[in-house]
C-alpha cells in the first residue's frame, strides 16, 4: 500500500520541505518504506494519482518487486512534474518524459 505525501501542504501553500514524501508499506520485511524525491512546485499537477498507479502497475508487469516499482515510478512522476507542459488552467505532466 502506498499513501502519496505530494498534497501534504499548509494554508500558505507550503509545507516547508523541499522533498515530496510517500509511505509504502512492504508486507515482504513488514515494516513502512519512506519514498522521496524532490518536491516540484508547479501547477500543472492534473492526473498525478492516475499516471502514479499507471508506472507503477508497469514497472509490476516489467517484473519490478513492488518497492522497486514503486521508487521507479515516484522518479517518473518527479521528472513528469519537472517537464510538465501548460495547459489551460490547470496544465499537466509531461507523459513524454524517460526516466534512466
Known sequence: MLVKGGHLLDDSGSDGFNQAV???YST???EFVEISGPRIVTKNTHGTGCTLSA???SCLAL???P???MKKAKRYIT???RNSISIGVR???NHLIQIK
Request: proline residues 0%.
Open 91 to 93: 496544465g499537466t505532466l
Open 28 to 30: 515482504k520485511s513488514d
Open 63 to 65: 517484473g519490478d518487486d
Open 67 to 69: 518497492i522497486q516499482a
Open 79 to 81: 521528472e513528469a512534474l
Open 55 to 57: 508506472a507503477i502497475a
Open 22 to 24: 510517500d509511505i509504502c
